[in-house]
């Protein structure tokens, strides 16, 4: 498996930069980057990520809102979503997960390990993806 | 007589009286005001039959047992009227002083209830500030390691030695930083009584094993070695394994950064009829008896602990997991010897699966 196409979510330009440069660095060409859930929903018409990576604490809409919209809408139920957010807190993790988020990873997150990290959740969501169609067929 | 009643009935704070055989012996208005009720009928009841009358509005409602009488008390309770919440302190303290001559099993307690629901609400405010201000801190930390760490990295292009070094001190800085956010985050939930624990049936010995191999990059540095040393099975524990797992760190972590080179830490496992215990050793520095109080309290660091680097704030959020867990810790330690810091937490109940509702019940905090 391999990571390719990435769409990141997240209203700080700074850190934005950081997250595509980290992930570059471990050969993803194809990082698309928006500030806002609703531009999230607009790039996903034309874009089908990997992995939308998407930030809590954004204006207007925010993460957790985003993702329970995308887990909603049939179109984009079945993206894989990680959280890369600054809410640490147990409660707000918990939440994340409820909205049927793959992962939930914290900031300030380590930039040499951000890829094996996300890339890490895939993989365990395909095995269990494929446990499950292995029961189902059996 | 009536002069004293008239002021007892005229303080803002409820006032009960147990005499030496545990019966009601005073109560005063305020309190039984709290209780909608008359003075006149708490009186002679036993300390049993007031707590089914505390159970209409406080949580808890037993009133605390104490194992010697000389023992002051203090714990905070929830006070629910209709639809208004508040908190009360309630203190208590040993009726003895005046005819402490008859000795003997005490002379039974007095118990004052004082409204903390402003100090409640101010140390809500006051947590929930700090836990805004450490996401807004994160926020320029995460671009701050990232790039940092990414220019270390190489994928920048070259950098001289100099930079280099500039650049780890940067780095580890914002290390410190993070942990430094993390820790006061902790803190202030621990003070405004919100942290929550999520609560297993556990065995101490995984969550020492987990914190040693979390430690074992930093005793690797100086050649410490570590080790469990669990002669016997531990019975099972009810407890947050995150939670447990950092306090271990905590303290294996600090016995690590006081102790020589290539000495070792021992993560000693025991257990008796009530609780499971948990020491940690070493052959470090050791601590001065005149300090021994004050290392738990926030930012207190003895001038070892200030040269070795540190905020002084791991002790006192190991103190208070281990309260939040109902345990209790302390610590033993002779000046260049080394020091014994020791918790115990209570053992779990057997689960009782024909009772599956106290079981749940029994699971909260
Ligand atoms: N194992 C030990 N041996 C000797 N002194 C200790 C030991 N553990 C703690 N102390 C003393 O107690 C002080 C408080 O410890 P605490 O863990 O709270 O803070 P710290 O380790 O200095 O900083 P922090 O844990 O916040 O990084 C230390 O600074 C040190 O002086
Ligand atoms: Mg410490």
Redesign the interface.
Known sequence: MKLTRVLVVED?V??QK??R??LK?RGVSDVVLVETGADCFERLGSFTPDVILLDV?MPHMDGYETCRRLKQDAATREIPVVFLT??????DRERGMKLGALGYLT??????TLHDQILALLKEHSAKNKEKDGAADA | MMAERNILDSLGSGLLVLDARDRVSFVNRTLAEMLHISAEECVGRSAGEFAVLMSRFALPAALPRFDWPEAFGSRDIEWRDGETLRFFREDSAPLSAANAAQGGAGNGRVFAYHDVSHEKAVDRMKSEFI?VA???L??P???????V??IL?G?AGETSPEMQELLEIAQKS?DRL?RLV?DI?DLS?IEAGQL?L?LERLDVTEIAVRAICAVKPLADKTGVRLRVDRPLPLPIVEADPDRIEQAITNLVSNAVKFSPPNAEVVVELSSDNLWVQCAVCDQGVGIAEKDLHRIFGKFQQLSEGRRRGGTGLGLAITRGLIDEHRGSIWVESRVGEGSRFIFRLPIAAPPSPNTPALAGQAAKP
């Open positions: 700080d700074d850190i950081v997250i440069m980290s660095l604490m600054a809410r640490v807190q147990k409660a900031k300030p997150f380590d930039p040499m | 836990s450490s996401h807004e994160r926020t930390m995460t671009s701050i390691k990232g790039s760490d990414l990295s994928f914002c993070v993390n985050l939930k929550k999520n």
